[in-house]
């Protein structure tokens, strides 16, 4: 066969097989040409096998030019199996209809019996029925927030070493060229309230916190409350009868031991650290002789009143924070932070609390 | 922070126990973090002699040892080490007692046929280092009989404390004593081990003298040269002592800085005078292009922000955080030139984070040093160098000046109780506050002021000229500017003697606050939700309820998995994310439940509910962040003698959906149903909720097979979202007297067929609207599509009930009723009645 030739009888298989590929309708048809073609006895590999009665001077330019069709080939076939499918769940969907209107069944396939509340859910609900009964309201705030917010306002400008404790996450800078950062605290929803409504102010702020950092101990989103009372004559004494009388009702636990302990933020003063009476050994809480850090705590700074235009020779009053995995932790006696976060359902249903029975001071919990 | 008791008591006359040392430094703010006693786990070993040393008579490599413990007979000991010989001392523990390198107690034994009454140990043995060659070998002159551990030093307890950022002070002993001291538990000696007043005779000029460039990069530095001195190893007591905190003694020079910036917490440094290029170390900001070889090995580039010392060279430290390589000080080091300067804090913080260099000095620089203890600082170190190392010192040279650090803070005793809640004596405040420091400046009616001592540059910060003061106000630019500035006025009031009120109730002790409970302004609170949130609330009982498990997830997913979920807007990427498949803010809830349900369907848990209630992010404004009720089922429902299982459908989801919004007090009659919904649902098997055109409340539906085949997550799979942003408040409206008619209702069953096309909500809307005053209730209860009826044609029956309100209705009154529905829902949708 001449040169010439042999090339026209490639491009006519090439050209046989494209056609039958674009006949194919369904997959079966594709996949008989692609057999037709590469299977074992199809026509290229056909070709493929007689390379070797070819003459040596020869072999070197056919096998090249049978190498290239075959994978033009290839590609071409698997293009057409990927338009197929695609055609198939096009056409699946276009047949799959039904009429979203009608009403829905009148029951739902599980029951409150299936159901369950997670842990961090129901804390928030009983701290929210704790402070409810101290005359707290609950504040919300955005978990994307300003630097400004999260850092600037509480008094921890750029070079504070504090920022360094702080392992921030950031999103792109905006048009103003700062970079939102999702909130490392609760805190900056005391800022929104400071500045959207006016003393006496009471409120608790439940909610989402991030911080870059991830272990057996932290995770990279967790979630805080924060405590703010402003009012006229509101001192360190009434934060600390208010954290007493928190901690004991949430831990239901009469005469839990509550130490203070001086310490420092930035955007309190004077500042404390708050530790509960425990058993380190069995974990019980109130037993035994040794101390537990809580949360964090104390007097609003008058720069952060200043910051949101709240004059600090008139208004003052206390903050706190504390993480809410770790008090639920601590009540359940549960060791590990990661489930929390996981949906395992076998784990859900463990320590999860049943819908029916809200947390309510009346009930109890 | 580290240091060793015996180091704070060379600062502190105490008796003291470290019990209440260590309580007290937690209570006054300076948490300790862990305390080291070595001592105690080696308190029973002896120092005792080898009064004989014999070859085992049945072991090549033992020996048999008569040992003088000092309480007069000799012990029988066989031991293995080469080095035990006739005449040594060394260290010996007894019968019962836990040798903590080993992990083993020992008791009386016998070693092949040898009586072995106690053991020689190693240095290892004793958990002292790596040592195991041989047995410790003591000098000649220790005393037979005496404690080990006493004599060698190693009872000194190592106390770990946390120092918040706000006290630089108190990251040297003698802040820390200082602090002691102000809580009664002893006195502050005036002088340190080589801190006193006077100055040390100087000789000649400085080989070296100091430039400051740029005020910027250092305000005031002193240096002076010490030459003829001998650079050794340090004495035994200076090693030890920077072991023990966990530092690597160098040589003598090297660690004198390190011995000041733990004791004073001053950091120093010390160049060596002779590798020094030209006579002049200049102070100034960094160029473009210059590197440093640090003395951790590493190079570094130095910015414009940088302050940098150089010689004629180029630079040879990063002020205040690192020395460089080729001016260090080593054992050949015969001319020390040793800097004392003052850095600014936030210069030197900026720096050590732009280079990712921490370092000891820089811990302090940062925090702020003791500007005045500058020039006394500089006399201590070379009493140290002289003494270690000998020589003779030069006069001191200088650039730069002392800054203004002075300030003054006064308080007005009532706010201890005012804002502290504490009755505080008088003499008691101001007997602390004298003890940390302050002078008494001026006495007013019900008031003191003081000046801030040199060393609390976190006290009265205010009170400084505004470019001293780190940070400052960050009032936001919405203020009204009155507004702004009287609050503005009303800190720099108060802010000061905030601080004095802290250091009395801190040093005092926080636990001496009596606690108050909160006053409340009613005794029945105020509901503490807002509607908003009640909501939420309510939402999550709901289908809780509907037997949905609660779930909590991160806000961020993989990219690729938000793509699924909708828009992933660049803005919304995690900059620095932990790991790589949580790089992007979700757009809903529902991505990470259907990631849930896959890891729960590889566990073999197919079948579940789950639904969250979280953010699903549009934007980073916070109006871009949406508060999602979502919900995922997947699966089947369960297997039951009384009902059969199914597979789950988009019917279920959208009963979910309902039921929240119902439960919200969404009118139900309002709500439309159109086939919208965005591409992570089926096309034809979803369907979106909105309250009038544009409020899209909720979208439900079969999840589209992509995602699933994208998830691994095996079908059905059907979702929904309830957006609780959109839901309007409930109108909160008096119900008006119960409809409580006489009559009895009648009831018609109607079954058209109709178009399959035709939605069902528009049969059933155009039936309810027909006749007003009659109709009580129209509801669909079948739905039939099959091979007997015509193609293309579905049938749908729907229960009519009439509620007579004055009398029964005749039949031809019920006929009328009905055929006005009959005719309305022909009208509307072409639907025709079944006969």
Known sequence: MSEATEAAE????????????AAAADLRAWDAVRVGTLGKSGRVTALLKGLGAVPAEARKARGAALNRLKTELETAIEARRVALESAALEARLAAERLDVSLPPRPNAPGTAADGAIHPISRTVEELTAIFGAMGFAVAEGPDIEGDWYNFGALNIPEHHPARQDHDTFYLPAGPDGRRPVLRTHTSPVQIRTMLSQEPPIRVIVPGRTWRADHDATHSPMFHQVEGLVIDRDITLGHLKGCLIDFLRAFFAIADLPVRFRASYF?????????DIGWDRKSGELGKGSDWLEILGSGMVHPRVLANCGIDPRVWQGFAFGMGIERITMLKHGMADLRPFYESDVRWLRHYGTGPLAPASLAEGF | MKFTLSWLREHLDTDATLEAITTTLSAIGLEVEGVEDRGRALAPFRIAAVVEAEPHPNA??????????????????????????????????????????????LKVGEIRGVKSEGMMCSAR????????????ELPEDAP???????????????????????RGDALSVRGVARDLAAAGLGTLRPEGRYLRPGTVPAGGPSALRWAIDDPRACAW??????????????????????????????????????????????????FDARKVKGGTLTIRLGREGETLLALNGKEYTASPEDSVIADASGVVSFSGIMGGETTGCDADTTEVFIECALFDPVRIALSGRRHQLSSDARQRFERGIDPALQPAALEAATRMVLELCGGEASEVVSAGAEPAWQREATLRFERLAGLGGAEVPEYE????????????????????????????????????????????LAQSPELPPERAAAAAEGCRAVEAECDLVEEVLRIRGLDRVPPVSLPVASPVPPASLTAKQARAALARRVLTARGMLDCVSYGFVEARVAALFGDTPPALRVENPIAADLDQMRPTPLASLALAAARNAARGFPDLALAELGGGYRDPSPTGQLAIAAGLRTGHTPRHWAEPSRALDAMDAKGDALAVLQALGVPMAALTVTTDAPGHYHPGRSGVLRQGPKTVLARFGELHPSVLAALDLPGPAVGFEVFLDAVPEPKRRKRGAADLPAFQPVRRDLAFLVDAGVPAEKLLRAASGAERNLLAGVSLFDRYAGDKLPEGK?????????????????????????????????KATGATLRG
């Not at chain 2, 958990?127 to 195991?132: P, V």
């Not at chain 2, 029956?797 to 009959?822: C, F, H, N, Y």
């Open chain 1, 10 to 21: 490639l491009a006519a298989l090439r050209q046989e097989t494209e056609a039958a590929l």
């Open chain 1, 266 to 274: 930035p955007f309190t003063e004077p500042s404390m650290e708050v």
């Open chain 2, 60 to 105: 090549d490599r033992l020996r048999a040892l008569k040992v003088d413990a000092g309480n007069g007979t000799l012990l029988s000991v066989v031991c293995g080490a080469p080095n035990a010989r006739a005449g040594m001392k060394g260290v010996l523990g007894l019968p019962g007692t836990y040798v903590p390198g080993s992990d083993i107690t």
């Open chain 2, 125 to 136: 043995e004793l958990g002292l280092g790596e040592d195991h060659a041989g047995i410790i």
């Open chain 2, 144 to 166: 037979v009989g005496a404690g080990y551990a006493e004599w060698a030093g190693l009872d000194d307890p190592v106390i770990e404390i946390s120092v918040t950022p706000n």
């Open chain 2, 221 to 270: 530095v002193l240096g002076r040269t010490i030459s003829g001195l001998r650079n050794g190893p340090s004495p035994q007591w200076l090693r030890d002592r920077l072991t023990a905190i966990g530092l690597r003694p160098i040589n003598a020079l090297v660690d004198v800085t390190n011995f000041f910036t733990v004791d004073l917490g001053r950091p120093l440094h010390v």
């Open chain 2, 429 to 472: 405040a101001t007997a602390i506050l004298g003890s940390l420091g302050f002078t008494e400046t001026a006495r007013g009616e019900g008031s003191v002021t003081y000046a801030v001592p040199s060393w609390r540059n976190d006290i009265a910060q205010g009170n400084v000229a505004p470019e001293a003061q780190p940070g400052g």
């Open chain 2, 794 to 826: 579905v049938s749908l029956a729907l229960e009519i009930t009439l509620q007579p309100r004055e009398r029964s209705l005749t039949d031809a009154e019920i006929e009328a009723a009905i055929g006005k529905v009959v005719a309305a829902v022909t």
